[in-house]
Each structure stands twice: as structure tokens, then as C-alpha cells.
């Protein structure tokens, strides 16, 4: 399992990471990310992915 953590202190909302894997990130409405906490090991591209374009630097993950 993987556990993903986004430092909100960090993060500026900008998206990147939605377009590295939309259905566990996403922006709502006001466009404030939200994302899945807990993924599959099998998901890990896509995060680590995720974590190499964010402008930021925000996202980190663990994996058990």
C-alpha cells in the first residue's frame, strides 16, 4: 500500500499532479486539490509521477 501525503502549507493548487493520475487527485470546484490518501502498490508510476511534476515540491509518499 501506499500512503501519499500533499503539505497544504506547500501545495498552490496548481494541478499538476491531475494530469499524472485524475482519479487520485483531483481539484474540486474551487480549485482546491483533494486527493486519495491510500493507493494500491501497483499505482506507483503514477505517483512518483505525480511527486516529480509538482512545481511545489508537496506531494510524498510511503509505501508499507
Known sequence: MITIDIDMDKCQNYG???????????????????????????????????VDVCPMQAISFTTA
Do not use: M, P, S, W
Open 16 to 50: 499538476q499532479c491531475v494530469f499524472e493520475a485524475e482519479d487520485i487527485f483531483q481539484l474540486d470546484d474551487d480549485g482546491k486539490i483533494h486527493y486519495t490518501k491510500e493507493v494500491d502498490d501497483d499505482r506507483k508510476e503514477d505517483v512518483e509521477n505525480a
